[in-house]
């Protein structure tokens, strides 16, 4: 079936530094895809919709200088996270969706991201 | 205004007892219905989903949900839980569009006594 992979599962960085998630659609096309922030005992924040070939689409609320969202192709978005502050540290999840068994939505197996 | 409500927070049950965990929503076009499971530090993955057709759907692990649009309720039940149904539960409800996002309820925390 279709599968979403998220890496890294867990990243460790230092304040100040930037670090990069990566989604990809292992067997399937993605015109678009979402990515998701989930804060402790919180539930899941959609951030930005990421479409290929074009600019992210962002949530209010959601800075798009820290957050910078590229989907250089139909399989994979990228998350980097700018200047990392420790209230960065979070949950990130994507997802993507496939015309195949109704519209489903599949989603990666989401990165922790510590900012020390 | 597109929402999901999961009234309950937080929910406690003895293993081998049933489970309903409750969903309601309000969304403006003909909805696309989920409920995702969380364990700890894991991704989601989905139980079930309701599209079009029978009303009541089943999913993995036991696991069913039965839509009632008159309630927008999308509530989901199994008959005995097991230890390892400890989890984080969130409903969540979407378009037919695939690229439209979905949203999601805030979850409800299933703890599970031995």
């Known amino acids: 079936g279709a599968v979403v992979s998220q890496h890294p599962s867990r990243v460790i960085c230092k304040s100040g530094t930037s670090v990069k998630i990566e989604c990809r659609s292992l067997?399937?096309?993605?015109?678009?895809m979402f990515w998701y922030r989930q804060f402790p005992k919180q539930s899941l924040m959609l951030m930005a919709t990421?479409?290929?070939?074009?600019?992210?689409?962002?949530e209010q609320g959601v800075e798009k200088d820290k957050f910078l969202i590229n989907h250089a192709s139909l399989t994979l978005s990228t998350l980097t996270v700018t200047s990392a502050h420790p209230e960065d540290s979070s949950f990130y999840i994507c997802?993507?969706?496939?015309?195949?068994?109704?519209?489903?939505?599949?989603f990666g197996e989401g990165s922790w991201l510590t900012v020390v | 205004a597109q929402s999901v409500t999961q009234p309950d927070i937080h929910i406690t049950v003895s293993e081998g007892a049933s489970l309903e965990l409750r969903c309601n929503y309000s969304?403006?076009?003909?909805?696309?219905l989920f409920w995702y499971v969380q364990s700890p530090g894991q991704g989601l993955q989905l139980l079930l989903k309701?599209?079009?057709?029978?009303?009541l759907v089943q999913g993995i692990k036991g696991f069913e949900a039965e839509f009632k649009r008159s309630q927008s309720s999308f509530n989901l039940r199994k008959p005995s839980v097991h230890w390892s149904d400890a989890a984080e539960y969130f409903c969540?409800?979407?378009?037919?569009?695939?690229?439209?996002?979905?949203?999601f309820g805030k979850g409800t925390r299933l703890h599970i006594l031995p």
């Open positions: 067997d399937f096309q993605a015109t678009t």
């Open positions: 969540a409800v979407g378009s037919m569009n695939r690229d439209d996002k979905i949203i």
């Open positions: 997802s993507a969706s496939t015309s195949d068994s109704g519209n489903t939505i599949y």
């Open positions: 969304y403006g076009a003909t909805p696309y």
């Open positions: 309701y599209f079009s057709g029978d009303t």
């Open positions: 990421s479409n290929e070939g074009s600019k992210a689409t962002y």
